[in-house]
């Protein structure tokens, strides 16, 4: 018996982490752009950070209530289902390359990193926000069955 509301309440906490992590993944971008590597450096560890804790939470969350039936009818569904898909897509594909993204700012190739980080960046943006947004819609807009 999982106590009443923990579920929604690790969905809310799946959230924060989505957004906290497109914050810091921000961040970093504004710090490496002005040149401050250890800014830059600690705002990619705590956006990983975020993102790895969500998967985590999103593992108990789903095991304790599994999925959910979006509520929203008609083009509310369709754009829902597509955002819903996109982002379940990408959070899969990117998970490799982040981790490659890392490998190499830790052993000291930073042109490589670089390079490979002008097309995970704006993916990993795309998926920390799309979760959040899933969230609001599942959650609070439209609400699920």
Do not use: Q
Not at 22 to 39: E, N, P, Q, S, T
Not at 62 to 76: D, E, M, N, P
Not at 101 to 130: G, K, N
């Amino acid at each position: 018996m999982i106590p009443e509301g923990l579920a929604d309440r690790l969905a809310l906490l799946n959230a924060t982490l989505n957004a906290s992590s497109a914050l810091f993944l921000m961040m970093g971008f504004v710090f490496i752009k002005r040149g401050d590597r250890v800014r830059h450096r600690l705002s990619m560890i705590s956006a990983l950070t975020c993102s790895t804790a969500f998967l985590v939470f999103y593992v108990i969350r789903f095991s304790l209530s599994g999925t959910h039936t979006f509520a929203g009818v008609g083009i509310a569904k369709i754009v829902y289902l597509t955002i819903l898909f996109s982002h379940i897509v990408l959070a899969v594909v990117i998970v490799p390359f982040v981790v490659r993204l890392v490998y190499l700012a830790t052993h000291d190739r930073f042109r490589e990193h670089a390079r490979l980080a002008r097309f995970v960046y704006p993916s990993w943006i795309y998926v920390s926000l799309t979760g959040l947004l899933v969230y609001v819609l599942l959650y609070h807009v439209y609400g699920y069955i």
